[in-house]
């Protein structure tokens, strides 16, 4: 397992646009530059080991899932409950058709 600069920074643009947040607000609420968020984002710029633990406290995920992209025990679960909601909704559309 190899840190990615350029795939750390893709998970973090990624967690920011799931969340709703723009480069603006996102930078405004960890008291950061947006340039630097953005640099972040590219993957031209690493993050201090600071800011990578108020990143994961603000998004509510792992340091392993933003530094490496691996998934929790607790994330996996959420993501088969969510995969399991999605079948049972579609087999219901399905069972209408």
Not at 18 to 34: F, I, K, P
Not at 36 to 61: M, N, P, Y
Not at 72 to 81: G, I, M
């Amino acid at each position: 397992m190899l840190y990615s600069l350029e795939e750390c920074g893709r998970r973090i643009a990624k967690l920011r646009i799931q969340n709703n947040y723009t480069q603006e607000r996102l930078s405004a609420a960890l008291n950061l530059d947006r340039t630097h968020l953005s640099k972040i984002e590219a993957g031209t710029r690493s993050c201090s080991i600071d800011l990578l633990i108020q990143l994961s406290a603000f998004f509510d995920v792992s340091l392993d899932y933003i530094v490496f992209g691996k998934y929790t025990h607790h994330q996996t679960e959420e993501l088969s409950e969510q995969l399991e909601d999605v079948i049972s909704k579609l087999n219901r559309i399905r069972e209408k058709l």
